[in-house]
């Protein structure tokens, strides 16, 4: 066997690819903001001709190898003073926008600046697009997609686990969920490893056939999200506790009743827990696990004009301040156009203070300051989850988030 894999793919295919989701896509939610033609031919002629060469950084490499480790937001940082932009840098092909980009270890980029703009390509400057481009890829043991090997957006364990835990409901829709009623031996606590019996509703008891849910996640309460301008309830929190596999439904069983006859007993379900992040008690909450998805994000500016708020800090009670790498809740989500992926500019609250420099104290409001960027990568209907991607100073409840700038 050869050192490395080579797998051929054209250069224009490549950025076809690896145009995936950028200027002007919009989801079915977001019908409400359509994109005019002006708009698209803008879009289209930007994206043709790239990006300015000021708004590139001051190290930017001509040439680069994409490495194992790389991620599509540290490639953009490297070339980009705004990375957000990075769709111009590429020079999208709109048609493509609802397909995944595809970016490898092994691949070459190329910097090609000319007539004042600049843009990135896999093959250089000047070459044709019609001559095939070498991808080299380590051998592998099993058959399997280069898919597998593209760079993700951003560092995966800083997103993976809040994929699944953050869950906006409706309050009434986890009451009518299925709850933990007991444990073996009596505990009151339970934790990874333990068996666990759960009661479903009458109406949709849990059921161990063919086609029913067998995987589930263990929450507990409900709180609400309420809009830090309005005090409007914008949905309820579920707060995520572990996993949960069935194994056996909710029955019916028959036994002697002492006088001669039968009596009909109901057993509950039983389920093994497994991952818990904290201990879990009777009365917490089960619901189905959902399909495990695996989503290339697209980083990229909002095309509608956002003016959000940071609700709450997920998986914090007490803490005042986010720091870089946590994540929020912000007041906006799909039925305002929200989509995951989209960079959104952070600002301070701007303090009230009293100037006592004036003899009559008198309370004056500090200007809201740039304070970094946070990409959304979850959404509900009212509500959205953001990662914080660089901050300069903790975020705190009722910042604003606007389109980047």
């Known amino acids: 066997m050869t050192a490395f894999t080579s797998v051929r793919r054209t250069a224009l295919g490549a950025l076809t690819i690896i145009a995936g989701a950028v200027l002007v896509a919009l989801p079915a939610q977001a019908q409400n903001y359509p994109i005019s033609g002006d708009q698209r ?39 980009l003073k705004r990375p957000w932009r990075w769709p111009e840098l590429w020079g999208m092909n709109l048609k493509e926008i609802r397909n995944p980009h595809l970016i490898f270890p092994g691949q070459m980029l190329y910097l090609d600046k000319s007539n004042g703009y600049a843009r990135l390509r896999t093959t250089p400057p000047g070459a044709s697009t019609a001559e095939p481009q070498t991808v080299r890829v ?25 994929l699944v835990e953050p869950l906006v409901v409706d309050a009434q829709a986890l009451l009518r969920a299925p709850r933990i009623v007991a444990t ?70 028959e036994t002697p009743d002492g006088k001669g006859g039968r009596v009909s007993e109901y057993i509950p379900a039983t389920v093994d827990l497994s991952a818990t992040k904290e201990e879990i008690r009777a009365g917490d909450r089960l619901l189905p696990a959902p399909a495990r998805a695996f989503t290339s994000y697209t980083p990229r500016a909002p095309e509608i004009e956002v003016e959000a708020r940071v609700v709450s800090i997920y998986g914090s009670f007490s803490a005042a301040y986010a720091a870089q790498n946590q994540v929020v809740a912000i007041n906006v989500g799909t039925e305002n156009g929200i989509e995951a992926g989209h960079v959104l500019s952070l600002l301070t609250k701007g303090d009230r203070i009293k100037d006592t420099t004036d003899s009559s104290k008198t309370v004056i409001k500090l200007p809201s300051e740039n304070n970094g960027t946070a990409m959304v990568f979850r959404t509900f209907e009212r509500v959205s989850y953001a990662l914080l991607l660089e901050i300069n100073s903790g975020v705190r409840v009722g910042d604003r988030l606007v389109n980047p700038r």
Not at 57 to 65: C, I, K, L, V
């Open 41 to 79: 031919a803008t879009a289209q002629q930007v994206s043709e001709r790239g990006i300015p060469l000021a708004e590139l950084a001051a190290n930017a490499p001509d040439t680069y190898t994409v490495k194992r480790g790389d991620t599509l937001w540290g490639i953009s940082g490297m070339y």
């Open 138 to 162: 380590s051998p592998r043991t099993r058959s399997d997609t280069l898919a597998d090997t593209a760079l993700p957006t951003l560092k995966p364990h800083l997103i993976e686990p809040f």
């Open 184 to 253: 073996t031996e009596d505990r009151v606590l339970m934790s990874s490893g333990d068996r666990a019996y759960v009661r479903g509703d009458p109406a949709d008891p849990v059921r161990a056939e063919a086609g029913e849910p067998r995987f589930y996640r263990v929450f507990r309460d409900a709180t609400a999200l309420k809009d830090p301008q309005t005090g409007e309830i914008l949905g309820y929190e579920a707060q995520y506790l572990g996993k949960a596999e069935l194994v056996r439904g909710e029955t019916f069983e």
